[in-house]
């Protein structure tokens, strides 16, 4: 039977398993929208594009799935670019579908015509320009596998209107054949074996684990790992879940702003075990004072991140969870117990903490929610000091549950994001870690989370100012605070909340928080929680750019 | 240090422009780069040289292979492989200066394609020394233009690095 254009799509993500898109219409996807009309394939509309992208990103990395977007030719596709770049930079499987002016009109400057495959190549994993219906089935096929395998990441489909009205014949292909693509699975066993004696011999060693463990769901290896051999583990911002913080192995995350033990603990290991993880800036600080001692092993599926900064002892190009399964055969226990001790130190040392005292404190916000959630929840953020407070305060413990935009540092991430995680875990509670700037980046999305009645909860951290930029115009800039101070009261988080027909609570007194979010718990629609915090608040420890990383401040002593 | 890679790639559009923009994006500079088609038409190479330490090399190598219409890249080392590059050179004249630059054409083997009253079009193919050597020895005269076509690489290994089908063979 043959199919147009716009059934085939349909039809192909049928194959593919999709049952829900995040899209907005428009001209050159009117074939499209009128075959989703009556499809078994679900589209959320968004009320902007670039929500619709990151909406699909929270959506994939909660659930595992690669995530479907939709949207018009020019002004359509240019506001998915942030939400595509968004998911470029954090490796998440995504599949970005853009209407494109009629194929005889391309080049000629026509309405709404943008050269979007030109604009998404260095923030795609590869896209695609549809030139013949025959590719069709072909290219949509191609797109999910290269989305969803070797190192994960966004695909661009450029669709053009006249070639959704024509007909061809219907055959998914089975298989792809890539010549130019293939990602390697299996870890070298020669590496592996040197791997296993490297860590059997390693007296301060360290599991240094990133997004690509949650992306392999390698979280059980890296348990065992950890676990059966005493070996304390570290994460990025991106590998938060990857292990239960409430073990005492955990050193929570390290870096810029992770806690002084974890970065004292892999400044002075003599092994760091990298998992899913690319040393990135944020990460290692000063480059050459980084790590002095350690021998590196990098286990990674994408070998242009092996060496690309700091230099690799036993690099071990694989999938991480294939590569685990295999080095747990062969390592022997290490005697870490002094080193152990030694961490623990640190820990007492240099603990985690906060101002305790009557105001509203952030963190206490957090620690708050992680109660009430019993760390189980879905926790998205936006981007700034929210985001750190989350990763600091908010104790994962399991993988898929912590979304935030690690690489590009997306303002207006979260909220669109945890609506795509709300729709993927129907019975999942949903948080969103947001600040008074950044939500308002996305804050139209609030039609969306109630019209499809999504019990999404945000939690603003209401400072009236852009809190980290003003955090580092204090620090380094001599506390002048150039055009980050947003005059508090504007808008009314409440009302506006209201005028969506969501509940809105605001928290002003310090025990008004844990009744505002245990309402929020029992509310079923989108709640937003203004709490009012003190604007002088900052994240700490803090390494200062270009420092290494055990060079901390802490605003505290 | 100058390195001359070697990529066999899709040969469909906006794949010279992937490559261009991943150079451009990660701050790698090109010194020449040459597409051409190869024995298989869907194939075609390219053959860039860039200039870098090893440990950039190493980058340039994995960030090509990692884009989905590249299919194979190698790295030309000293000795393994024979590069050549084609250079059109435009020289300024006079009847003093004629007879010395047809010698100095004639022994370094290049080919005059045209000879003006002003101006002497030359044509040259060789390695970068020869080309070199050439242009060096022609400056003194006055060098109107220089065209160059950038280098191309092939390996002199009996396998190499070829798009793969087997040629077919008289005997």
Redesign the interface.
């Known amino acids: 039977m043959k199919l147009s254009g716009a059934q085939i799509l349909i039809e192909s993500l049928k194959c593919e398993g999709v049952d829900i898109i995040f899209g907005y219409p428009g001209g050159q996807v009117l074939p499209i929208f009128d075959a989703l009309y009556d499809a078994p394939v679900k589209l959320i509309l968004t009320r902007h594009e670039q929500a619709a992208a990151h909406a699909a990103d929270g959506y994939a990395r909660a659930t595992g799935k690669v995530g479907v977007c939709l949207a018009t030719s020019g002004p359509g596709a240019t506001n998915l670019v942030t939400g595509i770049a968004t998911a470029y930079m954090d490796s998440i499987p995504m599949v970005a579908i853009t209407g494109q002016v009629k194929t005889f009109l391309i080049g000629n400057d026509a309405f709404q015509e943008a050269d979007i495959?030109?604009i998404t190549?260095?923030i795609t994993?590869?896209n695609y320009?549809v030139e013949d219906i025959k590719d069709l089935a072909r290219i949509i096929k191609e797109a999910f596998h290269?989305a969803s395998t070797g190192r994960q990441g966004p695909v661009l489909i450029d669709f053009p209107s006249d070639i959704q009205l024509q007909e061809t014949e219907f055959h998914y292909p089975e298989k792809v054949d890539?010549?130019?693509?293939n990602p390697t699975y299996e870890g070298h066993p020669g590496q592996i074996k040197r791997a296993a004696k490297a860590i059997s011999e390693s007296k301060r060693p360290i599991l240094y684990v990133g997004g690509g463990v949650i992306s392999s769901n390698a979280s059980e290896e890296v348990r065992h790992l950890a676990i059966d051999n005493d070996i304390p583990v570290t994460t990025t911002l991106l590998g938060l879940g990857a292990f239960p913080q409430d073990n005492p192995l955990s050193l929570g995350m390290l870096g810029m702003h992770g806690t002084a033990y974890a970065n004292h603990s892999i400044m002075e290991s003599d092994l760091i075990i990298a998992v899913g993880a690319r040393f990135d800036d944020r990460v290692t600080g000063k480059l050459d004072e980084f790590a002095p001692n350690a021998k590196v092993i990098h286990i990674d599926i994408?070998?242009?991140s092996v060496?690309?900064s700091v230099e690799v002892d036993i690099p071990i190009v694989g999938d991480a969870k294939e590569v685990l399964k295999e080095l747990n055969k062969s390592v022997k226990k290490p005697d870490t117990k002094e080193w152990l001790k030694k961490i623990d130190d640190w820990k007492k040392k240099h603990p985690l903490r906060h101002k305790d005292d009557d105001k509203i404190r952030p963190q206490y916000v957090l620690e708050e929610i992680w109660k009430a959630t019993k760390g189980e929840a879905i926790i998205a953020t936006e981007v700034g000091q929210n985001q750190m407070w989350a990763a600091q305060f908010y104790k994962f413990l399991k993988p898929r549950t912590m979304l935030s935009s690690g690489g590009l540092g997306t303002m207006g991430y979260g909220f669109p994001a945890a609506i795509g995680a709300q729709l993927g875990k129907p019975g999942a509670v949903v948080w969103d870690i947001a600040g008074d700037g950044s939500i308002q980046m996305n804050i139209q999305e609030l039609a969306t989370a109630v019209i499809n009645k999504l019990p999404v909860k945000v939690a603003i951290l209401n400072n009236g100012c852009l809190g980290m930029v003003r955090q580092w115009q204090e620090l380094f800039y001599k506390k002048r605070y150039s055009y980050t101070m947003l005059g508090g009261v504007c808008p009314d988080f409440v009302k506006l909340a209201e005028s969506y027909g969501a509940l809105g609570i605001r928290v002003t007194k310090k025990d008004e928080v844990r009744r505002a979010i245990d309402k929020a718990m029992k509310t079923n629609t989108c709640v937003f929680i203004d709490f009012h915090i003190e604007q002088e608040e900052n994240v700490f420890p803090m390494v200062p750019a270009g420092q290494a990383i055990n060079k901390m401040i802490d605003g505290l002593a | 240090m100058k390195h001359t890679i070697s990529a066999l790639?899709?040969n469909k559009f906006?794949v010279l422009?992937?490559i261009a923009?991943?150079f451009s994006?990660r701050g790698f500079n090109i010194s020449s780069l040459a597409v051409g088609e190869t024995e298989d038409p869907s194939v075609s190479r390219m053959t860039i040289v860039v200039e870098g330490d090893d440990?950039t090399l190493?980058?340039i190598k994995?960030?090509l292979?990692?884009?989905?219409?590249?299919?194979?890249v190698v790295d030309f080392k000293e000795g393994k492989f024979l590069d050549r590059e084609l250079i059109l050179i435009k020289v300024a004249v006079s009847a003093k200066t004629r007879e010395a630059i047809l010698e100095a054409v004639e022994s370094s083997g290049a080919r005059i394609e045209n000879a003006g009253s002003k101006s002497i079009s030359i044509e040259a193919a060789g390695d970068e020394t020869k080309i070199k050597a050439l242009l060096e020895l022609l400056r003194p005269f006055g060098i109107l233009e220089v065209v160059r076509t950038g280098r191309i690489a092939m390996s002199i290994d009996d396998k190499g690095l070829s798009a793969g089908g087997k040629p077919e063979v008289n005997e």
């Open positions: 495959t030109g190549r260095p994993k590869h320009l290269i890539i010549r130019g693509y994408d070998p242009a060496s690309k | 790639v899709e906006g422009a992937r923009g991943l994006a440990k190493e980058q994995k960030q292979n990692k884009l989905i219409d590249i299919i194979k």
